[in-house]
């Protein structure tokens, strides 16, 4: 796939009818038709995880859990999504490295796909070519780090088995399958509880888990028995 932004992405002018909160890692920002991504570059945060969390996409979620978001709101948000891959493109990459850190990879890739799966919708052949493009950005750029492997490899996987349902691509899920299966036993203690010692990020990795099992589970795809004892052990 090409990876840079040389192909013909289509950018439908969509207004809101009203300004919307888009809820960060620590503070909020109001948002309407003037919106620019690049108004809002690492600087303009005090704290660099509200940054990376503006390139996440969460926040949509958080929008669609709280019923923010209608019909000219989503259609608002793919558009942005399309915009921002034009500014931030992979040409881009090295400029906008904290952008381009696989946990935000990892991020965009899994937020967009619940996104869709909870309004419903079909991606359209742009969005597709965006989350190709990442997938397999993702891949080459799993987070390994020998002995010092995270939780972040658990993220990585999660975006692979999601990516994988959605697209039904048995590919990917195998490779998601293994990557949980031989890392995440090397991050749990003998009470099944995070090594790192942190019951938050313990609370997000079964997150990470469960959201897999219900990906598989919606695509009626065989659920390892290996991972589901995993996920009721935790």
Same mark, same amino acid.
């Given at each position: 796939l090409n990876l840079s932004n040389n192909f013909n992405l289509k950018i439908e002018p969509i207004? $809101?009818?009203?300004?919307?909160?888009?809820?960060?890692a620590s503070k909020k920002i109001l948002v309407g038709n003037n919106f620019k991504w690049k108004d809002y570059k690492l600087k303009y945060f005090k704290d660099t995880e509200d940054f990376e969390s503006l390139h996440r996409w969460k926040w949509v979620i958080k929008a669609l859990s709280q019923n923010k978001i209608n019909?000219? &709101?989503?259609?608002?948000?793919?558009?942005?999504?399309?915009?921002?891959?034009?500014?931030y493109n992979f040409?881009?990459?090295?400029?906008?490295n904290l952008i381009w850190e696989t946990y935000n990879v990892s991020e965009r890739i899994c937020n967009l796909i619940i996104f869709s799966k909870l309004l419903n919708l079909k991606l359209s052949?742009?969005? &597709?070519?965006?989350? &190709?493009? %990442?997938?397999?950005?993702?891949?080459?750029?799993?987070e390994f780090f020998g002995e010092n492997t995270g939780n972040h490899i658990i993220?990585?996987?999660?975006?692979?088995?999601?990516?994988?349902?959605?697209?039904?691509?048995?590919k990917i899920i195998k490779i998601g399958e293994k990557i949980l299966l031989n890392e995440l036993?090397?991050?749990?203690?003998?009470?099944?509880?995070?090594?790192?010692?942190?019951? %938050?990020y313990h609370f997000l990795v079964q997150t990470w888990l469960l959201e897999i099992y219900f990906? $598989?589970?919606?695509?009626?795809?065989?659920?390892?028995?290996?991972?589901?004892?995993?996920?009721?052990?935790?």
């Open positions: 207004l $809101l009818k009203k300004k919307i909160a888009i809820e960060l019909r000219s &709101n989503y259609k608002w948000f793919l558009n942005q999504v399309i915009i921002w891959y034009k500014n040409e881009n990459n090295e400029k906008n052949k742009d969005i &597709n070519i965006i989350l &190709n493009n %990442h997938i397999n950005y993702l891949i080459d750029n799993l993220n990585n996987a999660r975006a692979l088995y999601l990516f994988g349902c959605y697209y039904d691509n048995k036993p090397k991050l749990l203690d003998n009470d099944n509880m995070l090594n790192e010692g942190s019951t %938050h990906f $598989l589970s919606q695509k009626s795809k065989k659920i390892n028995p290996k991972f589901l004892k995993i996920i009721i052990k935790m």
